[in-house]
């Protein structure tokens, strides 16, 4: 896929089993989060609004809005048992690779770069003007930095200011992986200035982060971003792990993650399995591609502690 729909995917929503009637909100400038309820069968998806957008809120937990509904079809997808030949690569696998934003993290570092830099109202409207229009990630990330424009100085600030807010779970997770001698790496479309402290919390070396990378000049004042990293351009996510088996020899990579750039990492020569990530936001089209999809961390590191 190479429209701006890469940004904003379609969200499985729903409400909750008790509520009565269903009431669709337009929520596409603020991001949701989509959590399966086992005992009805349903999502229950709600709209965050961080405490820095809530600046009269002394919390720094997220206030939720609940909004849409999906299926019974589409929640039994969730949580499924891994399937043998899923157990079978988790086995052989010798990396692993996970997006960032709304996966390894929950909170999609791009929106709030752009809520910090001022420009949230309007990152989010250029986004929904150009669903429509055929443009490729490239440009769609080019178009929402000019409307950013970050200094390096408030990118620094950023960073200081906001401290990782990773998921629950998956530190333990990734401590397992590295535990049982699988090498993980980070792959995303966000920016390597964001992602080196959520590697560092991980104990993930920089080295093992592929993503982009914004360039400033001697002044400090935003160029553009570094149109040599993979993550650049659409299919990079799984240009990244072909590079990562050719350098290393790896025979399998497992790929992790919430949206269409990470599921499309399983293309030829890529990676070997995907597992969806909806801990943060269930997408239909992952949900329904995904070789396992998960809501949470502790289905795969039951069976990583189990069969491997």
């Known amino acids: 896929m190479s429209s701006i729909a890469h940004f904003l995917p379609r969200v499985v929503h729903s409400r909750q089993a008790r509520c009565s009637s269903v009431e669709c909100e337009a929520s596409a400038a603020r991001p949701v989060t989509s959590r399966f309820n086992a005992a009805h069968g349903t999502f229950k998806t709600v709209t965050l609004c961080s405490a820095r957008r809530n600046r009269n809120v002394g919390m ?9 509904c999906a299926t019974s079809e589409e929640a039994s997808k969730v949580d499924r048992l891994p399937s043998a030949k899923v157990i079978e690569v988790l086995r052989a696998a010798e990396a692993f690779c996970f997006d960032v934003d709304s996966t390894v993290c929950t909170d999609e570092g791009i929106d709030e770069l752009a809520e910090w830099c001022g420009a949230g109202e309007a990152v989010a409207e250029m986004t929904r003007k150009a669903m429509g229009g055929g443009m490729s990630f490239r440009e769609a990330l080019q178009a929402r ?3 950013m424009n970050p200094s390096q100085e408030a990118v620094n600030d950023f960073v200081r200011s906001n401290p990782p807010k990773l998921s629950p779970g998956v530190k333990e997770l990734i401590h397992t992986l590295q535990s049982k001698g699988k ?4 792959v995303s479309g966000g920016f390597r200035q964001m992602i080196e402290p959520v590697a560092d919390a991980l104990n993930i070396p920089h080295s093992n982060i592929y993503a982009n990378r914004l360039l400033f000049n001697e002044s400090g004042d935003f160029v553009e ?3 040599t990293e993979f993550t650049s351009e659409s299919g990079g996510k799984a240009n990244a792990i072909v590079h990562l088996k050719e350098k290393y020899g790896y025979e399998k990579i497992v790929m992790m993650g ?3 750039t990470d599921l499309e990492a399983r293309k030829d020569g890529g990676a ?12 239909n089209i992952v949900a329904e591609n995904a070789d396992w999809f998960l809501l949470e961390f502790n289905p795969l590191l039951e069976a990583l502690n189990k069969h491997c």
Do not use: H
Request: glycine fraction near 12%; charged fraction near 20%.
């Open 272 to 283: 070997d399995m995907f597992i969806g990530y909806g801990g943060v936001s269930v997408r």
């Open 183 to 186: 090498t993980v790496f980070l």
């Open 145 to 147: 930095l000019d409307l």
């Open 225 to 227: 971003f570094d149109k």
């Open 258 to 260: 919430d949206g269409a």
């Open 60 to 68: 720094s937990v997220p206030m939720i809005r609940i909004s849409a």
